[in-house]
C-alpha cells in the first residue's frame, strides 16, 4: 500500500494561525487553571510498589519442607555456566549426597540471568526469586554465600506482596 | 545505615524510599540548604536504555525530563558510567573525567562497569577502578528502574553524613 | 562467460533454502560479478566476510552474498585463497563494500589492490589480527595512538577550513561513534565516521564456547529491541539442528516479537521529536513503551533480555495477559492513527524533514534495509518474501513511501505499528493448541529432566557435549525493525561452531549516512540521523 495523498499536503497560512491560538489557550489552561492537578501517570511512593509473580531479582537455593536443602552437589551448573560465576566446595570429597555442601557462592558481577542452571538442574533446587540485592561501595562485597541466606529465619525475600 | 552486613540494607530498604524520598526531590527544587546534583552520563549500551526509562515521567514527574542527557561537562557533578568499556571509550572517559568540575562523584552502571568477567575478550578493560575511582556500584544486567534508583538515594545520603551537606 | 550460465542453469530450483551455491576464482572476479549484477539482475548486495578453513590446500576462504530482487534467489560466490595473495576489490562495481574490506583487513590479514586500507573496529597502532586461530583467547592487544588516520587525513586537505568534531555518547545512549563534518557557508562538505567504541568481539567467543552458552551473548549485540536477537539466533539453531517447533509455540514467538517491532518504532520516532524538542509527545510516547515491557516482563520475567527455549517456548500464556491485551490494542491504535494526522499537519515538523530526498536507484546502490528502503518506495519485506513461522496466513499490508525523505520514513514507521496492532489481534482471536516443546527431539528433553528426576548427571553432560552441527553453510534471517537481521553458521562437525557472522542492518545504514550527509545544513544532522535507525552496538559487535 502507498501512504495517503492526503498526509503530504503541505498546510495552508491562514490555517495554521488559527492553530496556533489554539495552542495559547490550551497551554494557558494548562499552567494557571490545571495546576494542581496531580499527574496520573508517575508513581506516588507511600503506596506499595509490585513485582510481578516471574520476575528475576537474584539467585537462590530452594528448600524442602523439611526446612532442609535439596541441592546435592552434583556441580552441573557450574559446568554450564558461560562466565564461571558459581563456586562449590564439598565436604566429604566428590560423594553425591544431600548435607554436602560446604560453599556456594555466586559473583554477582557476573551472572547476568541467563537461566542456564535453572533448567539443567536435575532436581530443580535453584531458582530465581523476587527483590534485588542493592547497592554497594566496596567491590569484594558482591560474592555472595547463598547457604547462609537460606539457612537465616528471616522473611521472605518479596516485601512488596 | 551500616554498610557491613548487606541483609540489613535490604530489609530497610522499603522504608528508606518512603523517607528519602522527599528528601530527594527537595535537593533537586533547591528548598534546602546546598543540593545541586548535576549528572552526566557516558551510558552506552544496555544499560544505557535502563537509564533513559529512568529519566521518564514514571518515576520522576516532571522534574526531569529526557534532556538531561545532553549536557557540557563543564558544569557537572556526577558522572554515570554504563556498559562495557573499551580500550577506545576508555580514553574518553578519561577526558570527560578531567574536564568536570573539581568536587564530583562517579557512579558504575552495571555488571559490566563493576568489573565482572562478562566478556573475557582481547579489547576490554577488566575494572575500571584501575582508571577512576568510583563512588557507588549499582549491579544487575541490566538493572531495572527501582534499583538505579534505590542507588541513586544511597548515594545522596552518604553524600550529606559525611560532609554535612552536598557540595 | 559460458561456464557461469552452465552453473546457475544447473543448480536453479535445487535448494531447499532457495541458495545458491557459486565457486569462483579468485584471477576474474570483477568480470563475473559485473555479469550477475547488470544481467542476471543480481543488483542488492547483502554481505562479504572470510573464513580460515585450516586442513584444506588454502588457507581463507572469502564469501560474497547477493540478493535477486525479483525472484527471490541469493547467491552465495565463494572464492579460495592462499595468504600471500593480494586480492582485487569490488567497490568499481558496489559502492557500499567499502567497509566489509576493511573489516576483513584488519582481522585476517587479506590485501586488498588499490585501496586505502584504514581501521575500523581496532584502535589504531594494533599490528594483531584477532581472528585467527594463531591469537588465543587470553592475549592482549595495545591501543597506543588514540587519533590514528582520521587525524592525519583532517589535517592533509585544508587546515584552515571549518571541522567540526562530535561525539554521540553524551547526546543519545543508542549512538557511540565520532562524527567530523566539514562546514563550507553553513553546508556540509564532508564527513568522517570513526566507529569501534563498543567492539567486543562476539565473533571469536564461538570458538570456545557451546551453542547453549552463546544465546546470552547475541542478545545483547542489539541493545536497543527486546526480542530480536534472541529470535534470530533460535531460528538459526532449529534450522540447523532439525528441531520443528509446534505451532502454538510459533504463534507466542510471533506475538513477543511484534511487541518488540511497536516498541522500537516508537523509541525512533520519540528520538526524531527529542532532537527537534517537542517535548509533549515524548511523554505519550513513553507511557505507551512503558506498558508494553510491562506486558513483556510479566510473561517471560525480565524488562529487556527473555530466556526463551530452544524447542520452544518455556511456559503458558496467563489469563490476564490476554485481557490485558483486548483492553490496551484499541487505545494504541487510536493514539497511533491520531499522531499520524497531528504529525503530518504540523507546519515545523514537516518543512524540516521534508527537504531532502533519496532516489530509490541510489537506495539499492548503498543497500539501505528496513524502513528506509520502503521510504524510497521499494517494495521488500522478509515477511513476504522468505517467509516463517505463520506470517503467510495472517493478512497484512506493507506501507512505502514516496520521496525517501526523513518525513515519509518516520509516517511508514507508525503506519507498519498500525497493521502491527491487527496482526496481534488476529492471532489472540485464533490461537492454536497443542504442546509448548518439541518432545520427540533428545536436546530438548534435557530440559524437562526435571520432572522425571532418573538422570544421571554423566549421562546429562554427555548429551550437552554431545551435540554436533553438520559440516555445513547456512544462513537465516527475520524482520527487525531496522531491517534485515542474519546469522551465517558453519559447522566443523564437532561440538561447536566453526564461524559465525552476524550482519546486522545498521551496518549499511551508518557507511550510507557518511555519503548522504554532504549538502545538508549542518545545524539539521541530528533529526536525519535519527530517522535512519542506526544502533551503534549492533555495528561493532
Known amino acids: 500500500m502507498i501512504i495517503k495523498k492526503s498526509h503530504y499536503k503541505k498546510p495552508s ?129 558482591f560474592k555472595v554465600d547463598l547457604l547462609e541466606r537460606s539457612n537465616k529465619q528471616s522473611p521472605p525475600y518479596n516485601l512488596f506482596h | 545505615m551500616s554498610n557491613t552486613d548487606p541483609w540489613a540494607i535490604e530489609q530497610s530498604d522499603f522504608f528508606a524510599w518512603t523517607t528519602k524520598l522527599d528528601t530527594f526531590l527537595n535537593f533537586i527544587s533547591k528548598k534546602k540548604a ?108 541490566p538493572p531495572s528502574p527501582e534499583v538505579i534508583l534505590a542507588g541513586v538515594l544511597q548515594l545522596l545520603e552518604e553524600v550529606s553524613v559525611t560532609t554535612g551537606g552536598p557540595q | 562467460m559460458k561456464n557461469l550460465e552452465e ?140 587519533f590514528g588516520p582520521y587525524f592525519t587525513k583532517r589535517n592533509q586537505k585544508d587546515p584552515l577550513k571549518n571541522w567540526t568534531k562530535i561525539s554521540t555518547w553524551t547526546k543519545s545512549t543508542h549512538l557511540s561513534f565520532k562524527l567530523w563534518l566539514q562546514s563550507d557557508e553553513g553546508k556540509v562538505s564532508d564527513s568522517i565516521v570513526e566507529v569501534g567504541f563498543l567492539h567486543r568481539g562476539v565473533e571469536k567467543l564461538c570458538q570456545n564456547l557451546n551453542l547453549f552458552q552463546l544465546s546470552p551473548y547475541i542478545q545483547r549485540v542489539n541493545s536497543h529491541s527486546l526480542f530480536c536477537g534472541e529470535l534470530s539466533w533460535l531460528m538459526a539453531i532449529e534450522q540447523r539442528l532439525q528441531i520443528k517447533i509446534p505451532p502454538k ?75 490485558s491485551c483486548y483492553d490496551f490494542l484499541p487505545k494504541l491504535e487510536i493514539f497511533t492513527s491520531k ?24 537506495a539499492l546502490e548503498l543497500s539501505l534495509t528496513g524502513p528506509t528502503l520502503r521510504g524510497c518506495g521499494i517494495n521488500f519485506d522478509i515477511r513476504k518474501s522468505f517467509p516463517y513461522y505463520h506470517y503467510e496466513s495472517v493478512d497484512f499490508e506493507i506501507p512505502l513511501g514516496k520521496h525517501g525523505s526523513s518525513f515519509d520514513r518516520v509516517l511508514v514507521r507508525l503506519e507498519e505499528v498500525r497493521q502491527s496492532t491487527s496482526i496481534i489481534l488476529q492471532l489472540l482471536d485464533n490461537l492454536p493448541t497443542g504442546n509448548l516443546l518439541d518432545e520427540g527431539h533428545e536436546i530438548v528433553s534435557l530440559f524437562k529432566a526435571q520432572d522425571d528426576g532418573n538422570f544421571n548427571a554423566l549421562d546429562l553432560m554427555n548429551l550437552i557435549d554431545g551435540v554436533k552441527i553438520s559440516k555445513d553453510v547456512s544462513y537465516s534471517s527475520i524482520e527487525a525493525g531496522s531491517g534485515e537481521w542474519g546469522i551465517h553458521l558453519h559447522g566443523d562437525g564437532s561440538n561447536k561452531a566453526s564461524r559465525l557472522r552476524i550482519s546486522p542492518p545498521s551496518f549499511s545504514l551508518l557507511q550510507a549516512f557518511q555519503s548522504l550527509v554532504i549538502g545538508r545544513e549542518v545545524s539539521e544532522y541530528g533529526a536525519f540521523l535519527e530517522s535512519f535507525g542506526i544502533n551503534s552496538s549492533e555495528v561493532d559487535r
Not at chain 3, 576489490?89 to 582481522?107: G, N, P
Open chain 3, 249 to 323: 509455540a510459533m504463534a507466542i514467538r510471533m506475538l513477543l516479537a511484534e511487541f518488540s517491532r511497536i516498541w522500537e518504532h516508537f523509541y525512533f520516532v520519540e528520538q526524531v521529536c527529542l532532537k527537534l524538542k517537542m517535548d509533549k509527545d515524548i511523554r505519550e510516547f513513553q507511557f505507551y513503551k512503558e506498558y508494553i515491557t510491562e506486558l513483556f516482563e510479566n510473561y517471560t520475567g525480565r524488562r529487556q533480555y527473555s530466556n526463551v527455549f530452544i524447542g520452544g517456548v518455556p511456559s503458558e500464556l496467563q489469563a490476564g495477559w490476554i485481557t
Open chain 2, 34 to 141: 546546598g543540593g545541586d546534583v548535576w549528572p552526566i552520563s557516558m551510558a552506552n549500551s544496555c544499560c544505557g536504555s535502563e537509564l533513559y526509562s529512568t529519566s521518564s515521567e514514571k518515576y520522576f514527574g516532571n522534574k526531569i525530563s529526557a534532556q538531561f542527557l545532553e549536557d557540557s561537562p563543564e558544569d557537572c557533578n556526577l558522572l554515570i558510567i554504563g556498559g562495557v568499556i573499551t580500550s577506545k571509550m576508555a580514553l574518553e572517559i578519561k577526558q570527560v573525567y578531567s574536564q568536570m568540575l573539581t568536587l564530583k562523584k562517579v557512579m558504575a552502571l552495571g555488571n559490566c562497569s563493576c568489573g565482572g568477567g562478562l566478556y573475557p575478550t582481547y579489547n576490554i578493560v577488566k575494572g575500571i577502578e584501575k582508571i577512576i575511582p568510583i563512588d557507588i556500584y549499582i549491579p544487575g544486567c
Open chain 3, 7 to 146: 552453473k546457475l542453469n544447473l543448480h536453479r530450483g535445487g535448494n531447499d533454502t532457495g541458495e545458491i551455491f557459486v565457486e569462483g576464482d579468485p584471477n576474474s572476479i570483477n568480470s563475473e560479478l559485473n555479469l550477475l549484477k547488470n544481467q542476471f539482475g543480481f543488483c542488492y548486495f547483502l554481505d562479504m566476510y572470510a573464513a580460515e578453513c585450516p586442513g584444506d590446500d588454502f588457507d581463507f576462504k572469502i564469501y560474497y552474498y547477493i540478493l535477486n530482487l525479483d525472484e527471490n534467489i541469493r547467491i552465495r560466490y565463494t572464492v579460495s585463497i592462499s595468504s600471500k595473495f593480494s586480492m582485487p576489490s569490488v567497490t568499481s562495481i558496489w559502492k557500499c563494500s567499502d567497509w566489509y574490506e576493511r573489516e576483513i583487513h584488519e582481522m585476517y590479514g587479506v590485501y586488498f589492490v588499490n585501496r586505502n586500507l584504514d581501521r575500523l573496529l581496532l584502535p589504531a597502532g594494533c599490528s594483531e589480527k584477532p581472528m585467527l586461530n594463531s591469537f588465543r583467547m587470553g592475549q592482549e592487544i595495545e591501543a597506543t595512538t588514540p
Open chain 1, 13 to 141: 497560512f491562514h490555517f495554521e494561525i488559527l492553530r496556533i491560538c489554539f495552542s495559547i489557550l490550551q497551554g494557558v489552561k494548562r499552567k494557571w487553571i490545571k495546576r494542581w492537578e496531580v499527574n496520573k501517570f508517575t508513581i506516588n511512593y507511600g503506596e506499595e510498589v509490585f513485582y510481578s509473580n516471574r520476575h528475576m531479582g537474584f539467585p537462590s537455593l530452594k528448600m524442602d519442607l523439611g526446612q532442609s536443602l535439596i541441592c546435592d552437589g552434583c556441580k552441573l551448573c557450574k559446568k554450564i555456566c558461560p562466565t564461571n560465576c558459581i563456586e562449590i566446595d564439598l565436604k566429604n570429597g566428590d560423594g553425591n549426597g544431600k548435607d554436602n555442601l560446604a560453599c556456594f557462592s555466586i559473583d554477582l558481577r557476573s551472572c547476568f540471568y541467563c537461566n542456564l542452571c535453572v533448567s539443567v538442574c536435575p532436581i530443580s533446587a535453584i531458582e530465581f526469586k523476587n527483590g534485588f540485592f542493592s547497592a554497594q561501595n566496596n567491590v569484594d562485597k
Open chain 3, 339 to 362: 499522531k499520524i494526522r497531528e504529525l503530518s499537519k504540523d507546519y515545523f515538523f514537516s518543512e524540516i524533514l521534508r527537504s531532502d530526498s533519496i532516489d530509490g536507484n541510489t
